[in-house]
Protein backbone atom coordinates (compact mmCIF):
# COMPACT_ATOMS: atom_id res chain seq x y z
CA UNK A 1 0.00 0.00 0.00
CA UNK A 2 1.30 3.71 -0.69
CA UNK A 3 -0.16 6.73 1.00
CA UNK A 4 0.16 9.95 -0.91
CA UNK A 5 -0.54 12.56 1.27
CA UNK A 6 -1.48 16.28 -0.02
CA UNK A 7 -2.35 19.94 1.47
CA UNK A 8 0.50 21.03 3.05
CA UNK A 9 1.31 24.47 2.67
CA UNK A 10 2.48 27.83 4.34
CA UNK A 11 -0.90 29.88 6.05
CA UNK A 12 -0.70 32.59 8.32
CA UNK A 13 -1.40 31.61 12.61
CA UNK A 14 -5.33 31.35 12.54
CA UNK A 15 -5.24 30.43 9.13
CA UNK A 16 -6.63 26.99 8.12
CA UNK A 17 -5.59 23.62 6.03
CA UNK A 18 -7.17 20.32 5.47
CA UNK A 19 -4.72 17.54 4.39
CA UNK A 20 -5.51 14.23 2.39
CA UNK A 21 -3.86 11.53 2.45
CA UNK A 22 -4.90 8.76 -0.68
CA UNK A 23 -4.32 5.15 -0.43
CA UNK A 24 -3.11 3.07 -3.21
CA UNK A 25 -5.71 0.49 -2.61
CA UNK A 26 -8.47 -0.13 -0.80
CA UNK A 27 -6.83 -2.35 1.97
CA UNK A 28 -6.83 0.34 4.34
CA UNK A 29 -10.53 0.16 3.99
CA UNK A 30 -10.67 -1.89 7.10
CA UNK A 31 -8.11 -0.69 9.19
CA UNK A 32 -7.97 2.48 11.45
CA UNK A 33 -5.83 5.89 10.03
CA UNK A 34 -4.02 7.93 11.71
CA UNK A 35 -2.10 11.32 11.08
CA UNK A 36 1.24 11.75 12.92
CA UNK A 37 3.71 15.02 12.63
CA UNK A 38 7.18 15.70 12.90
CA UNK A 39 9.07 18.91 13.34
CA UNK A 40 12.88 19.88 13.05
CA UNK A 41 14.80 18.77 15.49
CA UNK A 42 11.62 16.64 17.25
CA UNK A 43 10.40 12.96 17.86
CA UNK A 44 7.42 12.23 15.50
CA UNK A 45 3.76 13.00 17.47
CA UNK A 46 0.49 11.59 17.27
CA UNK A 47 -2.07 13.84 15.89
CA UNK A 48 -5.27 12.52 15.20
CA UNK A 49 -6.70 9.34 14.64
CA UNK A 50 -10.12 7.31 13.46
CA UNK A 51 -11.26 3.76 13.45
CA UNK A 52 -12.37 1.56 9.78
CA UNK A 53 -15.95 2.98 9.97
CA UNK A 54 -15.02 6.60 10.72
CA UNK A 55 -17.54 6.52 13.44
CA UNK A 56 -14.20 7.14 16.43
CA UNK A 57 -11.77 9.11 16.60
CA UNK A 58 -8.98 9.93 18.52
CA UNK A 59 -7.27 13.31 19.10
CA UNK A 60 -3.97 14.96 20.96
CA UNK A 61 -4.50 17.18 23.10
CA UNK A 62 -3.14 19.84 21.43
CA UNK A 63 -5.65 19.11 18.37
CA UNK A 64 -8.62 18.86 20.19
CA UNK A 65 -11.31 21.18 19.51
CA UNK A 66 -9.29 22.68 16.16
CA UNK A 67 -8.26 19.72 14.17
CA UNK A 68 -10.58 17.10 12.91
CA UNK A 69 -10.15 13.82 11.16
CA UNK A 70 -12.47 11.70 8.51
CA UNK A 71 -12.37 9.49 6.04
CA UNK A 72 -14.17 8.03 2.80
CA UNK A 73 -13.44 4.83 2.12
CA UNK A 74 -14.86 4.79 -1.42
CA UNK A 75 -11.89 7.01 -1.90
CA UNK A 76 -9.89 5.52 -0.36
CA UNK A 77 -8.77 9.00 1.30
CA UNK A 78 -8.48 10.05 4.93
CA UNK A 79 -8.84 14.31 5.46
CA UNK A 80 -7.38 16.32 8.64
CA UNK A 81 -8.94 19.90 8.48
CA UNK A 82 -6.99 22.01 10.66
CA UNK A 83 -8.31 25.26 12.19
CA UNK A 84 -7.07 28.45 13.89
CA UNK A 85 -3.24 26.67 12.79
CA UNK A 86 -0.99 27.97 15.60
CA UNK A 87 3.25 27.93 15.12
CA UNK A 88 3.95 25.28 17.24
CA UNK A 89 2.13 23.21 14.52
CA UNK A 90 4.19 23.55 12.06
CA UNK A 91 5.55 20.28 11.18
CA UNK A 92 5.33 17.28 8.08
CA UNK A 93 2.19 15.36 8.68
CA UNK A 94 2.47 12.15 8.07
CA UNK A 95 -0.76 10.12 7.41
CA UNK A 96 -0.69 6.01 8.83
CA UNK A 97 -2.42 2.45 8.00
CA UNK A 98 -3.54 0.91 11.66
CA UNK A 99 -3.04 -2.62 11.97
CA UNK A 100 -6.45 -3.09 13.08
CA UNK A 101 -10.09 -1.66 12.51
CA UNK A 102 -9.20 0.97 14.86
CA UNK A 103 -6.52 4.02 15.37
CA UNK A 104 -4.14 4.43 18.23
CA UNK A 105 -2.30 6.96 19.47
CA UNK A 106 1.17 5.29 18.95
CA UNK A 107 3.10 4.92 16.26
CA UNK A 108 4.31 0.98 16.32
CA UNK A 109 0.53 0.30 15.93
CA UNK A 110 0.71 1.60 12.11
CA UNK A 111 1.84 -0.69 9.07
CA UNK A 112 2.45 1.81 6.51
CA UNK A 113 3.07 5.63 6.15
CA UNK A 114 3.24 8.26 4.02
CA UNK A 115 5.86 10.62 2.45
CA UNK A 116 4.36 13.98 4.27
CA UNK A 117 3.73 17.19 3.40
CA UNK A 118 4.59 19.95 5.25
CA UNK A 119 2.48 22.54 6.78
CA UNK A 120 4.35 25.98 7.45
CA UNK A 121 2.65 28.24 9.91
CA UNK A 122 3.70 31.91 9.91
CA UNK A 123 3.22 34.29 13.16
Known amino acids: VQLQASGGGLVQAGGSLKLSCVAS????????MGWFRQAPGKEREFVAA????????IYADSAKGRFTISRDNAKSTVYLQMNNLKPDDMALYYC?????????????????WGQGTLVTVSS
Open 50 to 57: VDWRGDST
Open 96 to 112: AVALGPTGSTNRDRYRY
Open 25 to 32: RRTNSNNG
